[in-house]
């Protein structure tokens, strides 16, 4: 099976960096994928990463080290609507159609 | 623009009712996924289905059924054996690669 491992709640205030980690032990491996979800919304892809590296997207960069099975998801410039839960997500290895979701951490910029 | 539309936004129901959420894309993607969220946790697979007339089951199918007779169309139904049905649902589909997840709106389902 899979399971995945994120700190349920981050704070930070508008204009900074902040970083939300990821840890996973599964029986096989595809990706790790990030999503966000606005309260009551519906989850929006943010990020992808099949290989180990850093993969940038705006102020949204995102982290894989699979011999660590570690993954973290970097948000710079944060701004309020970045206020939201951000999701890690593991693709099954033998099904990549298959994700398995983190409970989530709870991100809140303040002024 | 295309997407995917589930309906209703809220649904109410008596226990021991089986009752059908919506599900349909337009984005002509094969695979068609089913996840249910609890508050503060996160999302648990329920079914998903990579092509029409085949489904598989997830990791928590038991009390849950699903058809898959359309491309477009994937609805889930919520039976009476279904311990504690009332949670949001939300409905998912991807290409077959690079299987990014694109989410409806979500269904809110309370059983009282």
Redesign the interface.
């Known amino acids: 099976g899979q399971s995945l491992e994120q700190p349920s709640e981050v704070t930070a205030v508008e204009g900074a960096i902040v970083q939300i980690n990821c840890t996973y032990q599964t029986s096989g491996f595809y990706g790790l994928s990030w999503y966000q979800q606005h309260d009551g919304g519906a989850p929006t892809f943010l990020s992808y990463n099949g290989l180990d590296g850093l993969e940038e997207t705006g102020r949204f960069s995102s982290f894989l080290s699979r011999s660590d099975s570690y993954g973290y998801l970097l948000l710079q410039e944060l701004q309020m609507k970045d206020s939201a839960s951000y999701f890690c997500a593991v693709r099954d290895g033998t099904n990549a159609g298959k994700s398995t979701f983190g409970d989530g951490t709870t991100l809140t910029v303040k002024p | 623009d295309g997407g995917i539309t589930q309906s209703p936004k809220y649904l109410f129901r008596k226990e021991g009712q089986n009752v059908t959420l919506s599900c349909e894309q337009n984005l002509n993607h094969d695979?068609m996924y089913w996840?249910r969220q609890d508050p503060?946790?996160?999302?648990?697979?329920i079914y998903?289905s990579?092509i029409v007339n085949d489904f598989?089951k997830?990791?928590i199918a038991e009390g849950y059924s699903v058809s898959r007779e359309k491309k477009e169309s994937f609805p889930l139904t919520v039976t009476s054996a279904q311990k504690n049905p009332t949670a949001f649902y939300?409905c998912a589909s991807?290409k077959?690669?690079?299987?990014?997840?694109?989410?409806?709106?979500?269904t809110r389902l309370t059983v009282t």
Do not use: E, K, M, V
Request: hydrophobic residues 25%; glycine residues 24%.
């Open positions: 695979a996840y503060g946790q996160g999302l648990r697979l998903y990579q598989q997830g990791d939300l991807s077959t690669g690079p299987w990014t997840l694109h989410f409806g709106n979500g």
